[in-house]
């Protein structure tokens, strides 16, 4: 059996995937963006 | 019983048009959650200040229960590690859920009530074992669905918990400050408010992992790649080994000096990593700047340790496993004596020695299961990661005792500066090269440890 995702997702499931991702890459995009925050003291001095 | 099926492999069997890029979420959403075990040390002047005001050993307790979580994590994913592979991942990843969240709730009514021994068992022991089941949960399920490129997909996953620190470190120091945690009128009931948000919305974001984890169809295989075709490295096997015959090989003894060494070598500067930069540049900028330049200098080092899981285990799908490896650990001994040849001469060599030595460390906690599938097959793969992550536990010990009481010493002595550490940097070097002839010395796993197929096919239907 082969993957069969190479033929499109149906909306749903695409949806589901879009939220999922998000799910996750909101809060981590919060963690970087502090962190570069941290950082850019280190090149200033 | 409807629960039992409920988390049973077979309910999770992806349908028909199941894509596999929602695996990777899932298994982020526990590595990203767990991650934050890293971020304990915000906890610690505010447990200090309150609950543990006065105590004279308030330094060594307020580091107990991250210490017994990071033995905890070695020791359950090397116990639970086999229960996890045949129960499958909705069930390890519900347990993770559950025992990470009942850490920070039982920690919370232990700040409530005044019971320090709470925090330890709560945050420590029972969110320790969630660590450890959390940690490995995804893994074999990613290399199943990505047998093309399973450096990339466990590198996603691991790469999250190191961003769970990332996330939780901001996150949980606001929500000290808004609770009253912090500052001269401190409460230790803003710490009890503080663990119980961080129970409840850790169990929500982490649910979102088991309910959406799937396992691939028998046969399954991603379109246009075909298990007999394709390419096999030279390490690759052929068939499959069970962990119980994994360990007495010595291809695994030889891997986890391998990943031992590499995480000391890391660590011993990650675990030090704001004093050993103001030893080397103080004098260069106010006492202030260097101060605020350190803090800097430690986040830098992060993202290098979460960017490096990622790129190069990514790297190691194209290069393969043993030559990723090679680099790690050969260009890792050559950027350690850099730094011990240029000192602080040059800031730019310093900061980029120190980042690629910290994208080396990360990757090689990615790469390993990808190796480790390359050499064992995937049949026990997470149980065998779970028995190897024991190397990580030696080596958490290992590399800050190695940098700080060479520090100590050479301070004792009178030194000052970079001399503070040459000799750990010589160290160093000689622990990696010593990893780097490990890595040369694995060979593929001899067919007499491989499992009958009979065995292997009987098994998997039982499941």
Not at chain 2, 217 to 242: C, F, I, M, Q, Y
Request: proline content about 5%.
């Amino acid at each position: 059996m082969s993957d069969t995702t190479s033929t499109g997702l149906s909306p749903a499931r695409l949806v589901l995937t879009v939220i999922a991702w998000l799910w996750v890459l909101v809060p981590f995009l919060y963690g970087v963006w502090q962190l570069l925050i941290k950082v850019v003291p280190l090149f200033s001095g | 019983m409807a629960t039992a099926g409920f988390l049973e492999r077979e309910r999770i069997v992806a349908p028909p048009g199941w894509s596999r890029w929602l695996i990777p979420p899932a298994a982020l959403s526990i590595h990203l959650a767990i991650g934050e075990a890293y971020a304990w040390s915000v906890f610690k002047i505010p447990l200090g200040n309150t609950l543990l005001k006065g105590n004279e050993y308030a330094g060594t307790l307020t580091a107990l229960p991250f210490t017994l979580g990071i033995v905890m994590l070695g020791v359950s994913a090397a116990l639970f590690g086999t229960a996890v592979d045949h129960r499958g991942p909705r069930w390890a990843m519900l347990v993770a859920t559950c025992c990470f969240s009942a850490g920070f709730l039982i920690s919370a009514l232990g700040v409530a009530i005044g019971q320090y021994w709470m925090v330890i068992l709560g945050y420590g022991f029972v969110g320790g074992i969630g660590l450890g089941i959390g940690y490995i949960s995804p893994v074999s399920t990613l290399i199943k669905w990505f047998p093309d490129r399973p450096g990339m997909a466990t590198g996603i996953a691991i790469m999250g918990f190191g961003g769970g620190a990332l996330i939780a470190s901001p996150w949980s120091t606001s929500m000290l400050t808004a609770f009253g945690a912090t500052g001269p009128n401190a409460q230790a009931s803003g710490i009890a408010k503080t663990f119980l948000v961080h129970g409840i919305v850790y169990a929500a974001f982490m649910s979102m992992g088991w309910l959406l984890i799937r396992v691939p169809a028998p046969g399954w295989h991603p379109a246009g790649w075909d298990s007999t075709t394709a390419h096999k490295r030279p390490l690759e096997s052929k068939g499959n080994v069970s962990a119980r015959n994994a360990i007495k090989t010595p291809q695994f003894w030889f891997l986890w000096v391998v990943l031992c060494f590499n995480v000391t070598a890391g660590i011993g500067i990650l675990e030090r990593a704001a004093p050993l930069y103001q030893d080397f540049f103080r004098g260069s900028s106010p006492a202030q700047a260097v101060a605020t330049a350190a803090a800097g200098f430690v986040a830098i080092l992060s993202l290098a340790n979460m960017l490096g899981r990622i790129i190069w285990s990514s790297t190691s799908d194209v290069i393969g496993r043993k030559n990723a490896y090679r680099m790690y650990l050969g260009v890792g001994a050559l950027l350690y004596l850099v730094l011990d040849l240029v000192e602080n001469a040059s800031k730019a060599v310093f900061l980029i020695c120190a980042m690629l030595i910290l994208s080396f460390y990360g990757a090689g906690f990615a790469t390993v299961p990808a190796y480790l599938r390359d050499l064992f097959g995937t049949y026990e793969v997470g149980a065998i990661h779970g028995r190897l992550l024991t190397a990580w536990s030696l080596a958490g010990v290992l590399g800050p005792l190695i940098v700080n009481f060479i520090a100590d010493r050479q301070k004792a002595a009178g030194l000052s500066g970079p001399a503070l550490y040459g000799l750990s940097f010589r160290i160093m070097i000689g622990l990696l090269v010593i990893g780097f002839i490990c890595n040369e010395l694995i060979k593929p796993v001899d067919a007499k440890f491989h499992e009958p197929s009979e065995d292997l096919a009987s098994a998997r239907r039982a499941e």
